[in-house]
């Protein structure tokens, strides 16, 4: 499912709501969740799952092309852990 889709569906789902309302609070959800994780926080959704940051360390990678070793800088990235009732639903 993509972005649109989802604001498709839940434009559909709830009749009060217009597809530009739909598309605002989807982009505010992601645009908080986006915002918590940049600053360093843990995004939790009961039921669903919990968003993190997961510190990577500094590595030498390989070119794959040359074999030419490639430092590779320490970054922060996004992880995602799905909660019990999205693992079971999925899972059915």
Known sequence: MT???LIEH??????????????VVVNTVLDAI???????EHVELRGFG????????????RNPKTGAPVPVPAKR????????????????
Do not use: C, N, W, Y
């Open 34 to 40: 986006g915002d918590a994780l940049a600053a360093g």
């Open 3 to 5: 972005k649109s889709e």
């Open 77 to 92: 990235v996004p992880h995602f852990k799905p909660g019990k009732l999205l693992r079971e639903r999925v899972d059915r």
């Open 10 to 23: 839940l434009a559909a789902t709830a009749p009060m709501i217009t597809r530009r309302d739909a598309e």
């Open 50 to 61: 919990s968003f993190s940051i997961k510190e990577r360390q500094a590595r030498v990678g």
